[in-house]
């Protein structure tokens, strides 16, 4: 069993920068991929970054360039930095854990954070 605990998102204006923070229990964090996902009001939820255990990343074409996850397992903790931020990145963004299945795909995803509000103002 793993527990995410999401941090950081608010209200920031476009072209600004914001970091999500996401602490997992356990202590198999370093054997789990890690993703990030965000839904928008209305709109189903998408893949936005992962990161493998061994620290290979992929992401989403909108964010490439501007976002970059990371990982210390150290602090059991998953990042994301998200930097030139537009209006289109307004929506709930949760952290993910898996072991199994495609990375890029919400179903792969066993353990799932709170969610937390990012808002970008134009």
């Known amino acids: 069993q793993v527990q995410l605990v999401q941090s950081g998102g608010g209200l920031v204006q476009a072209g600004d920068s914001l970091r999500l923070s996401c602490v997992a229990s356990?202590?198999?964090?370093?054997?789990?991929?890690m993703g990030w996902f965000r839904q928008a009001p209305g709109k189903e939820r998408e893949f936005v970054a992962a990161i493998t255990r061994f620290s290979s990343t992929s992401y989403a074409e909108s964010v490439k360039g501007r976002f970059t996850i990371s990982r210390d397992n150290a602090e059991n903790t998953v990042y994301l930095q998200m930097n030139s931020l537009k209006p289109e990145d307004t929506a709930v963004y949760y952290c993910a854990a898996t072991d199994r299945g495609y990375i890029d795909r919400v179903y792969s995803y066993e353990y799932w954070g709170q969610g937390t509000q990012v808002t970008v103002s134009s």
């Open positions: 356990g202590r198999t964090f370093s054997s789990y991929t």
